[in-house]
Antibody, heavy 117, light 110 residues
Protein backbone atom coordinates (compact mmCIF):
# COMPACT_ATOMS: atom_id res chain seq x y z
CA UNK A 1 0.00 0.00 0.00
CA UNK A 2 1.35 3.42 -0.97
CA UNK A 3 1.85 5.67 2.04
CA UNK A 4 2.99 9.29 2.07
CA UNK A 5 3.33 10.96 5.45
CA UNK A 6 4.14 14.66 5.71
CA UNK A 7 5.73 16.34 8.71
CA UNK A 8 7.38 19.61 9.66
CA UNK A 9 4.47 22.00 9.33
CA UNK A 10 3.35 24.57 11.85
CA UNK A 11 3.20 28.28 12.62
CA UNK A 12 6.00 30.52 11.37
CA UNK A 13 6.42 34.29 11.20
CA UNK A 14 6.56 36.15 7.89
CA UNK A 15 10.09 36.02 6.53
CA UNK A 16 10.81 32.80 8.38
CA UNK A 17 11.75 29.34 7.17
CA UNK A 18 10.32 25.86 7.44
CA UNK A 19 11.32 22.46 6.08
CA UNK A 20 8.65 19.96 5.17
CA UNK A 21 9.43 16.26 4.97
CA UNK A 22 7.53 13.39 3.39
CA UNK A 23 8.20 9.76 4.27
CA UNK A 24 7.26 7.40 1.45
CA UNK A 25 6.59 3.67 1.54
CA UNK A 26 4.80 0.97 -0.40
CA UNK A 27 6.36 1.74 -3.79
CA UNK A 28 9.75 2.18 -5.45
CA UNK A 29 10.46 5.73 -4.38
CA UNK A 30 13.71 6.02 -6.34
CA UNK A 31 11.83 5.39 -9.59
CA UNK A 32 9.09 7.95 -9.02
CA UNK A 33 8.66 11.61 -9.83
CA UNK A 34 7.46 13.45 -6.73
CA UNK A 35 5.48 16.64 -6.30
CA UNK A 36 4.32 19.13 -3.70
CA UNK A 37 0.80 20.55 -4.11
CA UNK A 38 -0.74 23.10 -1.75
CA UNK A 39 -4.24 24.27 -0.88
CA UNK A 40 -4.86 27.58 0.86
CA UNK A 41 -7.74 27.58 3.37
CA UNK A 42 -11.04 27.37 1.49
CA UNK A 43 -9.28 27.58 -1.87
CA UNK A 44 -8.36 25.28 -4.73
CA UNK A 45 -5.30 23.19 -5.47
CA UNK A 46 -2.02 24.73 -6.57
CA UNK A 47 0.98 22.83 -7.92
CA UNK A 48 4.14 23.97 -6.11
CA UNK A 49 7.10 21.91 -7.35
CA UNK A 50 8.20 18.70 -9.09
CA UNK A 51 11.38 16.66 -8.85
CA UNK A 52 12.38 13.76 -11.05
CA UNK A 53 13.81 10.40 -9.95
CA UNK A 54 17.48 11.41 -9.76
CA UNK A 55 16.95 15.06 -8.75
CA UNK A 56 18.28 16.34 -12.08
CA UNK A 57 15.04 18.04 -13.06
CA UNK A 58 13.21 20.38 -10.70
CA UNK A 59 10.38 22.76 -11.58
CA UNK A 60 8.58 25.37 -9.50
CA UNK A 61 5.50 27.55 -9.72
CA UNK A 62 6.58 31.15 -10.36
CA UNK A 63 5.36 32.40 -6.97
CA UNK A 64 7.87 30.26 -5.04
CA UNK A 65 10.89 30.39 -7.36
CA UNK A 66 13.98 31.53 -5.48
CA UNK A 67 12.32 30.91 -2.10
CA UNK A 68 11.43 27.21 -2.07
CA UNK A 69 13.70 24.24 -2.83
CA UNK A 70 12.47 20.72 -3.50
CA UNK A 71 14.85 17.84 -2.80
CA UNK A 72 14.84 14.11 -2.11
CA UNK A 73 16.90 11.40 -0.49
CA UNK A 74 16.29 8.12 -2.29
CA UNK A 75 18.25 6.18 0.33
CA UNK A 76 15.80 7.37 2.97
CA UNK A 77 12.67 7.26 0.76
CA UNK A 78 12.07 10.88 1.65
CA UNK A 79 10.97 14.05 -0.10
CA UNK A 80 11.61 17.55 1.23
CA UNK A 81 10.49 21.12 0.68
CA UNK A 82 12.71 23.87 2.11
CA UNK A 83 10.64 27.03 2.36
CA UNK A 84 12.42 30.36 2.98
CA UNK A 85 11.21 33.97 3.08
CA UNK A 86 7.73 32.76 3.86
CA UNK A 87 4.77 35.04 3.21
CA UNK A 88 1.19 35.10 4.47
CA UNK A 89 0.05 33.85 1.06
CA UNK A 90 2.08 30.66 1.55
CA UNK A 91 -0.36 29.63 4.28
CA UNK A 92 -1.85 26.34 3.09
CA UNK A 93 -2.09 22.61 3.54
CA UNK A 94 0.86 21.10 1.70
CA UNK A 95 0.44 17.68 0.10
CA UNK A 96 3.21 15.27 -0.81
CA UNK A 97 2.25 13.54 -4.04
CA UNK A 98 3.59 10.63 -6.06
CA UNK A 99 3.38 11.72 -9.66
CA UNK A 100 3.89 10.13 -13.05
CA UNK A 101 2.67 10.49 -16.63
CA UNK A 102 1.75 14.10 -15.87
CA UNK A 103 -0.80 13.26 -13.20
CA UNK A 104 -0.86 12.83 -9.44
CA UNK A 105 -1.64 9.29 -8.45
CA UNK A 106 -1.17 9.17 -4.69
CA UNK A 107 -1.52 11.91 -2.10
CA UNK A 108 -0.43 12.23 1.51
CA UNK A 109 -2.86 13.44 4.16
CA UNK A 110 -1.38 16.93 4.04
CA UNK A 111 0.35 19.18 6.57
CA UNK A 112 -0.70 22.70 7.54
CA UNK A 113 1.71 25.60 7.24
CA UNK A 114 0.56 28.88 8.76
CA UNK A 115 2.52 32.07 8.13
CA UNK A 116 1.45 34.74 10.59
CA UNK A 117 2.84 37.15 13.15
CA UNK B 1 -7.54 33.13 -11.38
CA UNK B 2 -6.95 29.51 -12.36
CA UNK B 3 -5.42 28.58 -15.73
CA UNK B 4 -8.17 25.99 -16.27
CA UNK B 5 -11.76 27.18 -15.90
CA UNK B 6 -14.42 25.12 -14.12
CA UNK B 7 -17.93 26.08 -12.99
CA UNK B 8 -17.87 26.89 -9.25
CA UNK B 9 -20.79 24.59 -8.54
CA UNK B 10 -23.11 21.99 -10.02
CA UNK B 11 -25.95 20.03 -8.49
CA UNK B 12 -28.19 17.11 -9.21
CA UNK B 13 -30.66 14.76 -7.60
CA UNK B 14 -29.78 11.18 -6.71
CA UNK B 15 -29.77 8.99 -9.81
CA UNK B 16 -29.32 11.89 -12.18
CA UNK B 17 -26.36 12.72 -14.42
CA UNK B 18 -24.13 15.76 -14.02
CA UNK B 19 -21.32 17.09 -16.17
CA UNK B 20 -18.42 19.24 -15.03
CA UNK B 21 -16.55 21.18 -17.69
CA UNK B 22 -12.91 22.21 -17.75
CA UNK B 23 -11.76 24.81 -20.26
CA UNK B 24 -8.14 25.53 -21.02
CA UNK B 25 -6.22 27.01 -23.91
CA UNK B 26 -3.71 26.42 -26.68
CA UNK B 27 -0.79 26.22 -24.25
CA UNK B 28 -2.20 23.40 -22.14
CA UNK B 29 -5.13 21.19 -23.08
CA UNK B 30 -5.04 22.43 -26.68
CA UNK B 31 -1.32 21.67 -26.89
CA UNK B 32 -2.11 18.00 -26.48
CA UNK B 33 -1.59 17.54 -22.75
CA UNK B 34 -3.94 15.06 -21.13
CA UNK B 35 -6.57 16.08 -18.59
CA UNK B 36 -6.91 14.39 -15.22
CA UNK B 37 -9.61 14.67 -12.58
CA UNK B 38 -9.50 14.54 -8.79
CA UNK B 39 -12.21 14.13 -6.17
CA UNK B 40 -11.81 15.78 -2.78
CA UNK B 41 -14.29 14.67 -0.16
CA UNK B 42 -14.84 17.12 2.72
CA UNK B 43 -11.86 17.25 5.06
CA UNK B 44 -9.76 14.77 3.09
CA UNK B 45 -6.89 14.79 0.61
CA UNK B 46 -7.67 14.76 -3.11
CA UNK B 47 -7.92 11.40 -4.83
CA UNK B 48 -7.19 10.60 -8.48
CA UNK B 49 -10.51 9.92 -10.23
CA UNK B 50 -9.70 9.97 -13.96
CA UNK B 51 -6.29 10.01 -15.66
CA UNK B 52 -5.28 10.36 -19.27
CA UNK B 53 -8.60 12.00 -20.20
CA UNK B 54 -10.78 8.91 -19.80
CA UNK B 55 -9.08 6.23 -17.71
CA UNK B 56 -10.27 5.15 -14.27
CA UNK B 57 -7.85 3.92 -11.59
CA UNK B 58 -8.70 0.63 -9.99
CA UNK B 59 -11.62 1.00 -7.59
CA UNK B 60 -13.25 4.03 -9.22
CA UNK B 61 -16.83 3.19 -10.25
CA UNK B 62 -17.68 3.27 -13.95
CA UNK B 63 -20.31 5.92 -13.13
CA UNK B 64 -17.39 8.33 -13.53
CA UNK B 65 -16.12 9.03 -17.04
CA UNK B 66 -14.04 11.67 -18.75
CA UNK B 67 -13.58 13.09 -22.21
CA UNK B 68 -11.46 15.69 -23.95
CA UNK B 69 -11.96 17.70 -27.11
CA UNK B 70 -9.89 20.59 -28.38
CA UNK B 71 -9.11 22.94 -25.51
CA UNK B 72 -11.74 21.50 -23.15
CA UNK B 73 -12.55 18.42 -21.14
CA UNK B 74 -15.52 17.08 -19.22
CA UNK B 75 -16.21 14.82 -16.27
CA UNK B 76 -19.52 12.93 -16.36
CA UNK B 77 -21.07 11.38 -13.30
CA UNK B 78 -24.10 9.17 -13.88
CA UNK B 79 -26.39 7.58 -11.30
CA UNK B 80 -25.56 10.32 -8.81
CA UNK B 81 -25.18 9.17 -5.21
CA UNK B 82 -25.05 11.10 -1.94
CA UNK B 83 -21.44 9.97 -1.43
CA UNK B 84 -20.44 11.79 -4.64
CA UNK B 85 -20.89 15.15 -2.91
CA UNK B 86 -17.38 16.60 -3.06
CA UNK B 87 -15.11 19.09 -4.79
CA UNK B 88 -13.81 18.07 -8.22
CA UNK B 89 -10.67 19.43 -9.86
CA UNK B 90 -9.32 19.08 -13.39
CA UNK B 91 -5.58 19.18 -14.03
CA UNK B 92 -3.29 19.36 -17.02
CA UNK B 93 0.13 20.74 -17.94
CA UNK B 94 1.34 23.91 -19.62
CA UNK B 95 3.86 23.98 -22.45
CA UNK B 96 6.50 25.13 -19.93
CA UNK B 97 5.88 21.86 -18.05
CA UNK B 98 4.21 23.49 -15.10
CA UNK B 99 1.18 21.64 -13.80
CA UNK B 100 -2.09 23.55 -13.75
CA UNK B 101 -5.39 22.95 -11.96
CA UNK B 102 -8.90 24.17 -12.45
CA UNK B 103 -10.45 26.26 -9.69
CA UNK B 104 -12.59 23.35 -8.56
CA UNK B 105 -16.29 22.54 -8.77
CA UNK B 106 -18.45 21.83 -5.75
CA UNK B 107 -20.96 19.08 -6.46
CA UNK B 108 -24.10 19.14 -4.36
CA UNK B 109 -26.41 16.13 -4.32
CA UNK B 110 -29.89 17.47 -3.73
Amino acid sequence: EVQLVESGGGLVQPGGSLRLSCAASGFTFSSSWMTWVRQAPGKGLEWVANINEDSIKKDYVDSVKGRFTISRDNAKNSLYLQMNSLRAEDTAVYYCVRSGDYHFGYWGQGILVTVSS
Amino acid sequence: QSVLTQPPSVSGAPGQRVTISCTGGSSNIGAGFDVHWYQQLPGTAPKLLIYGNNNRPSGVPDRFSGSKSGTSASLDITGLQAEDEADYYCQSYNSDFSAVFGGGTKLTVL
